[in-house]
């Protein structure tokens, strides 16, 4: 699994999009880009995935640039519910491999 | 209602006890997970099954046994081998053609 660097923490004001970055220049030709994300004592919460293509999807969009080194995961209006850790994986679907995560605190 | 369920979501633990996590899912995915989870820290993977009869173990599998007796039902033990049991315990299920896994809400393991 590719190895992932997120920042520990980042703020974000309500109403406001949420830019996540995350770099995974180890990642693999065959690799997909996840992103989690987990709400305090609850169940990690699937979010987005990518190959090579940016998605789309109802809760975010994810850009991943073309040498497929880094991504950014958007979240395009944030509310209070997004506060949670969010989690960067690059990696197969049988195996995903969780590093600490981004912290993202939504602020009134 | 789909989904994953695990029970109980709190369980206490003594001393040299074994105790079995549950995990149910009715989503019909073939492939089940446990990870551990400890403060501040990502999951990490105990074991994996792919298919009913057939599991392997995972980065710290050592304490830890697991059976895969029907395609449902995927349950933990904790053995008194494991020294340092406390931790937050995830399951999943892995949805083969959106190529995602799927978690339960955890179950919260203490020892006493």
């Known amino acids: 699994d590719a190895k992932t660097t997120q920042p520990p923490s980042m703020d974000c004001a309500e109403g406001r999009a949420a830019n996540l970055p995350c770099n995974h220049s180890t990642i693999s030709g065959n690799e997909y880009v996840y992103w989690y994300r987990q709400i305090h004592s609850q169940g990690p919460q699937y979010i987005i995935h990518g190959l090579k293509n940016n998605e789309t999807n109802e809760m975010a969009s994810l850009i991943i640039t073309e040498d497929r080194k880094s991504s950014t995961l958007i979240l395009p209006h944030a509310t209070l519910r997004d506060t949670a850790v969010y989690y960067c994986?690059?990696?197969?679907?049988?195996?995903?491999?969780f590093g600490k995560g981004t912290l993202l605190t939504v602020n009134p | 209602d789909g989904g994953i369920t695990q029970s109980p979501k709190y369980l206490f633990r003594k001393e040299g006890q074994n105790v079995t996590l549950s995990c149910e899912q009715n989503l019909n995915h073939d492939a089940m997970y446990w990870y551990r989870q400890d403060p501040g820290q990502g999951l990490r993977l105990i074991y994996y099954?792919?298919?009913?009869?057939?599991?392997q173990k995972g980065d710290i599998a050592e304490g830890y046994s697991v059976s895969r007796e029907k395609k449902e039902s995927f349950p933990l033990t904790v053995t008194s081998a494991q020294k340092n049991p406390t931790a937050f315990y995830l399951c999943?299920?892995?949805?083969?053609?959106?190529?995602?896994?799927?978690f339960g809400p955890g179950t919260r393991l203490l020892v006493l």
């Open positions: 999943a299920s892995r949805d083969r053609e959106r190529l995602t896994q799927y």
């Open positions: 994986i690059g990696g197969s679907n049988y195996k995903l491999t």
């Open positions: 099954s792919q298919i009913v009869n057939d599991f």
